[in-house]
């Protein structure tokens, strides 16, 4: 009798048993985080649409729908033609040379010598350093009177004064000036990507082939790239997503210039969206990056799970 | 009677007791976010406002507001933020209607932009016209709205953008910047001797004000008196750009092309620039690291083109918000500081300029004579400088849509295209007609 009447569950021990229920744990750790993105993401996201789809401005905050009429103006404008051109080259192209970087960091670190580890934390210096400091270090690099860039090279007697590169003066060498800070700022992150994709590859796999009489680049393209192709891509992913989406180096660095060469969606978005108050069209030009996001997305984690399997 | 009937049928219980004083405990955290930050509060007054590029300014000014708040008892907060931020901050305090009571705004259209957020300081620009003459062009530019009489802003300073040359070298060439063929004429001859004359024609304020001067002093502008019409189009435009483009091959350097604001500073720091246009910071700059140098800089008027001598400028005005807690607060304080403008004015060495005629007595301090500089009459020339400085917008009112123009650069590049070569100069200004012309469009369907 005794047994039957302390066979009544306590409020306490159900708790527990919920909580031992690995469905309904699951659901409350990652409940926080699904309210977060909805909260901070969704709801801005969703926002972001219907301010593109209306004619809301700073100077009249009306919410009633124009339809695609902010997306039209926005497409006719050539500027912005040549904004989504800027957009691209800054995203892949900072994305392949970080790339580039990241790899040969990597291969540089796996081999042992006297204060890696010193190395390996300091690698980490661009991605930790705020990026505002890092820029005007950058703008200074680049600068036209005091370059130190154009400063060496005038030293080492390769250009004169008057022929030195005019960084961020001349369309192409902006570009590929914001490029290159982007590619520093990324090259860490590429760095670590890379490591932990090499050092998971098993030993015997490369003694195999090594074995077998395969080279160094054989063995890093033929092996080495392909089994760690997966995690360069979600690298990749993140690194395309950040960067498209940036605009802090050009806001900081050229505000565009010159000539709108260095001009890229986030950048164009921020000045009309919110410095001039067309917050319509400003969502419409900062949305136009979402198609573009969407499908890198998809065929990079499609491209992922294939190779998975 | 009905819902009396059960009172004293209830009961209280500790559980529901519990309940209750919890829900009502947890209203305010649960309902901050959307609870509209306009309840008055009579015992505080907040300001925010640029970082000024004077430093001796923020300082006075954060004294000058807590002395007015402990006579008042008030408390007085100042904050500076970065002028770069001036415009995300006012949209982010618009949307959340909430924020300071005093937004000190950089920019000419702000006004315009926010005026449906801003209370109406019509009593207030009145009043203080009554006590210290007309408002400024600029005053009336920044801060009025024709078509319904008010005030969306108290306007309060403009900052002028004179001419700055080494004197020396333009003695020994014999000549003197005074107009804008002088100053291509004499920048060529200087530019062979390595000292070029340094405009920024990149992206950022100072060409943007620049340019715009140049196109006035050649008759030309982006829009007409009434705001109405982009009249950009036009022979004197075509002019003025084809005088850019022969400044710039030269007088000029390619390295202009990549300036930002700090830049011709820098470079008439440097001694290497003969002549810049900007505010006297750069000058002020040089006072301290330089004292030779300085001694050699002269300020003189901006040059005169072929219609009139007219050059643009920077402004800051006062907008109080209507969600503002302590609006009357806000409007008691914006009248004292007013009362007081002339410690304002020597707080910022004479950089921050009236916008009312005798805001500022004259002869000016400081600008009449300058102590710190030799000859002390060195500045005497920029107490006139309301007679040839105008904002953003110019003959017609700022606006949103002047404002959308400023920020995209767009007379920066037209200038900077016909200079570089990548267009002429007919179509880089057919090219900046057409965009400036899309810009009004949109801005007349939302204005």
């Given at each position: 009798m005794v047994a039957i009447a302390d066979s009544v569950p306590k409020p306490a021990a159900r708790f527990r048993f919920i909580l031992d229920r690995r469905d309904v744990l699951g659901s409350l750790m990652v409940g926080p985080a699904i309210l977060y993105v909805l909260l901070l993401v969704g709801v801005p996201f969703l926002m972001a649409v219907y301010y593109s789809l209306?004619?809301?401005?700073?100077?009249d905050p009306s919410w009633s729908f124009v339809g695609l009429d902010n997306f039209e103006d926005v497409v006719a404008d050539p500027v912005f033609r040549q904004t989504l051109y800027n957009t691209f080259i800054f995203t892949f192209g900072s994305q392949l040379l970080g790339l580039i970087l990241g790899k040969f960091g990597a291969l540089v670190l796996l081999r042992p010598f006297p204060g890696r580890k010193l190395v390996r934390a300091l690698v980490i210096l661009p991605w930790a350093v705020p990026i505002a400091l890092a820029t005007v270090a950058w703008q200074w690099m680049f600068?036209?009177?005091?370059s130190v860039i154009n400063w060496t090279l005038i030293a080492l007697g390769v250009v004169t004064r008057s022929d030195a590169p005019n960084w961020l003066g001349t369309p192409h060498l902006a570009m590929l000036s914001v490029i290159v800070v982007n590619a520093w700022r990324f090259f860490p992150f590429a760095i670590v990507i890379f490591l932990a994709g090499i050092t998971a590859i098993p030993q015997d796999v490369l003694d195999a082939a090594t074995v077998d009489g395969a080279g160094f680049w054989r063995r890093n393209y033929q092996i080495i790239m392909p089994m760690i192709l997966p995690i360069v891509a979600v690298g990749l992913i993140f690194g395309i997503v950040f960067t498209f989406t940036d605009l802090s180096i050009v806001f900081l660095?050229?505000?565009?210039?010159p000539v709108g060469a260095t001009s890229v969606l986030g950048f164009s978005g921020f000045q009309t969206g919110i410095v001039s108050g067309d917050v319509s069209h400003g969502a419409a030009i900062s949305l136009f990056m979402l198609p573009v996001l969407f499908v890198v997305v998809v065929a990079m984690l499609r491209f992922i799970r294939r190779r998975e399997i | 009677m009905g819902s009396g009937g059960n009172k004293h049928n209830r009961s209280v219980t500790r559980r529901s007791f519990l309940k209750a004083s919890g829900a009502v405990g947890l209203a305010p955290v649960l309902s901050a976010p959307f609870?509209?930050?306009?309840?008055?509060?009579?015992t505080a007054l907040t300001i925010v406002q640029w970082s000024?590029?004077?430093?001796a300014f923020d300082t006075w000014f954060d004294k000058f507001a807590k002395d007015w708040g402990d006579k008042n008892k008030i408390a007085v907060t100042v904050d500076h933020i970065p002028v770069q931020d001036v415009p995300a901050r006012a949209a982010a305090e618009a949307s959340a209607q909430s924020?300071?009571?005093i937004f000190g705004f950089n920019g000419s259209g702000g006004a315009h932009l926010y005026r449906k957020f801003f209370i109406n300081l019509a009593d207030l620009v009145k009043e203080t016209e009554k006590k210290y003459g007309a408002v400024s062009i600029i005053g009336k530019q920044l801060g009025?709205?024709?078509?319904?009489?008010?005030?969306?802003a108290f306007p309060d300073y403009y900052i002028n953008f004179p001419g700055m040359y080494q004197k020396s070298l333009w003695d020994e060439i014999g000549?003197?910047?005074?107009t804008w063929d002088d100053v291509r004429l004499g920048g060529a001859k200087l530019k062979a001797k390595g000292k070029p004359v340094g405009i920024s024609l990149g992206h950022s304020n100072d060409p943007s004000t620049t340019w715009r001067g140049l196109l006035w002093s050649y008759g030309?502008?982006?829009?007409?008196e009434a705001g109405?019409?982009?009249?950009?189009?036009s022979k004197a435009t075509v002019e003025a750009v084809k005088y850019v483009a022969a400044l710039y091959k030269?007088?000029?350097?390619?390295e202009v092309l990549s300036w930002n604001d700090a830049s011709n500073n820098q470079y008439l720091a440097s001694g290497v620039g003969s002549y810049i246009i900007n505010p006297i910071s750069a000058y002020r700059t040089i006072q301290q690291s330089n004292k030779t140098l300085a001694d050699d800089i002269f300020v003189i008027e901006p040059p005169r083109g072929p219609v009139k001598r007219i050059m643009g400028a920077a402004s800051e005005f006062y907008g109080i918000w209507k969600?503002?807690?302590n609006k009357e607060a806000a409007i008691e304080f914006l009248k004292y500081y007013r009362d007081n403008w002339p410690e304002a004015f020597k707080a910022s060495s004479g950089y921050n300029n009236p916008?009312?005629?005798?805001?500022?007595?004259?002869?000016?301090p400081i600008l009449?004579?300058?102590?710190?500089?030799?000859?002390?009459?060195?500045?005497?020339?920029?107490?006139?400088?309301d007679k040839w400085s105008a904002i953003p917008g110019y003959p017609g009112p700022a606006t949103p849509a002047t404002d959308e123009i400023y920020y995209a650069f767009i007379l920066n590049d037209m200038m900077a295209k016909a200079a570089t070569g990548a267009s002429s100069a007919e179509d880089a200004v057919k090219e900046a007609t057409q965009r400036c012309e899309a810009i009004f469009k949109k801005w007349a369907r939302r204005t």
């Open positions: 209306s004619a809301y401005t700073i100077y600068d036209s009177l005091y660095m050229t505000m565009g210039g | 609870v509209s930050g306009a309840l008055a509060d009579n000024h590029f004077v430093p924020g300071h009571d009025y709205n024709a078509d319904d009489g008010t005030w969306s000549m003197k910047p005074d030309a502008s982006e829009q007409d109405k019409k982009i009249i950009l189009d030269e007088a000029m350097t390619p969600f503002a807690k916008c009312f005629a005798n805001l500022v007595p004259k002869p000016m009449s004579n300058d102590p710190t500089s030799t000859p002390p009459t060195k500045l005497a020339i920029l107490q006139d400088s």
